[in-house]
């Protein structure tokens, strides 16, 4: 599993030019799964996500997690992330797990954001989509597990 995890002032996603998640202040995640990816890969990063300390202090020092902002998330399914492109020119997505599949560990780490407080907003599984980020910083991880 794969997550370019961003921290925004805001973020926000139309799917045939209709907003259908936006957020304010909080994280917007790009989220590919991987063949083989399973409930090892999901925990341990919503985890992550959930709890990693990026969002500043008093001090103005990373400190804080979502959670402790009380930000909320915008994830957004990208099959693209699992793809490769060392060979050739175009790339190959044999790493991206099948859709339905990938759909099931995409649903299951909503889930478990949510599970934890968060208000999560997403995408359109498999639709072709338009993400807006106003990424804050610019701060950008990507956590692959």
Known sequence: MIVVLQRVSEASVKVKGKTVGEIGAGLCLLIGVEKGDGEEQVRFVSGKVAELRIFPDEKGRMNRSVID??????????????????????????GAEEPERARKMFDRFV???????????????????????????????????
Not at 125 to 139: R, S, Y
């Open 69 to 94: 902002t009380g930000g909320a998330v915008l994830a957004v399914s990208q099959f693209t992330l699992a793809g490769s492109v060392n060979k050739g020119r175009r790339p190959g997505f044999d």
């Open 111 to 145: 889930h478990l954001l949510r599970e934890r407080g968060l208000e999560v907003k997403t995408g359109v599984f498999g639709a072709l989509m338009e993400v807006g980020i106003l990424n804050d910083g610019p701060v950008t991880f990507i956590i692959q597990k």
